[in-house]
């Protein structure tokens, strides 16, 4: 099943904050972020396995609530190099899983100057 | 550039013919994913092969059929070809082949047209 991405669009300016959302209603062994040009092949962002971590990278960050099945990108003083559209990918807990990665429906960010 | 090329870039073929896409994975993986993105049903994953063997399997049509060779290149042949399967097929390699566990480095995709 499909995780749920919200937004479905976010409009920014440079500098200016955002949140992406991502939910799934399937216990979940990871949660993978992904950036894709128009056009482009889908760039990793980063992974998150289940245990509630957070990471970072530059000013782009994610967390990965567990309980929820929830996962939160957080990009911060956005740039015009962040527009694009936005994926995560969930790997379901259980055997059966193994090797799937499930994508969103994507969230597409738009930075202006 | 993420080390995963994929060939042709554009294909344009009519229905109900075949096609052949291939993918060579970066140097040093061992695993091979095969994905389709459509605008109707965004970015689905269709099979994974791990050195040589399928391991996982998605929603992949049964006109759909893919391997991996000995020197780890895969490839993708789509059959008896419909409108429907016009798409962006992605194919993308990792190391182990752990799937999510992993990061997975996405080839820049075959764009398939079927008129």
């Known amino acids: 099943q499909q995780p749920v991405q919200s937004p479905q669009a976010v409009i920014l300016r440079e500098g200016e904050d955002a949140v992406i959302n991502c939910s799934s209603s399937?216990?979940?062994?990871?949660v993978h972020w992904y950036r894709q040009k128009h056009g482009e092949a889908p760039v990793f962002l980063m992974i998150?396995?289940?245990?509630?971590e957070q990471k970072g990278h530059d000013k782009i960050s994610a967390s990965f609530n567990e309980k929820k099945q929830q996962s939160s990108l957080y990009l911060t003083a956005s740039q015009l190099s962040y527009s694009g559209t936005y994926f995560c990918?969930?790997?379901?807990?259980?055997?059966?899983?193994?090797?799937?990665?499930?994508f969103g429906q994507g969230t597409i960010l738009t930075v202006h100057p | 550039d993420s080390g995963v090329t994929q060939t042709p870039k554009h294909l344009i073929t009519a229905t109900g013919q075949r096609v052949t896409l291939r993918c060579s994975p970066r140097?040093?993986?061992?695993?091979v994913y095969w994905y389709q993105q459509s605008l109707d049903q965004g970015l689905q994953f269709l099979i994974q092969?791990?050195?040589?063997?399928?391991?996982a399997k998605g929603n992949i049509l049964e006109r759909f059929s893919a391997q991996q060779f000995p020197d780890l290149h895969s490839e993708l042949n789509l059959s008896s070809l419909e409108l429907g399967d016009s798409a962006l097929y992605f194919c993308?390699?990792?190391?182990?082949?752990?799937?999510?566990?992993?990061?997975?480095?996405f080839g820049p995709g075959t764009r398939l047209l079927v008129l």
């Open positions: 993308a390699s990792s190391v182990l082949g752990r799937g999510g566990q992993e990061t997975q480095y």
């Open positions: 399937k216990a979940l062994y990871s």
């Open positions: 998150l396995l289940k245990g509630g």
């Open positions: 990918g969930t790997e379901k807990a259980g055997g059966t899983s193994y090797g799937k990665l499930t």
């Open positions: 140097s040093g993986d061992l695993s």
């Open positions: 092969y791990y050195n040589g063997e399928e391991r």
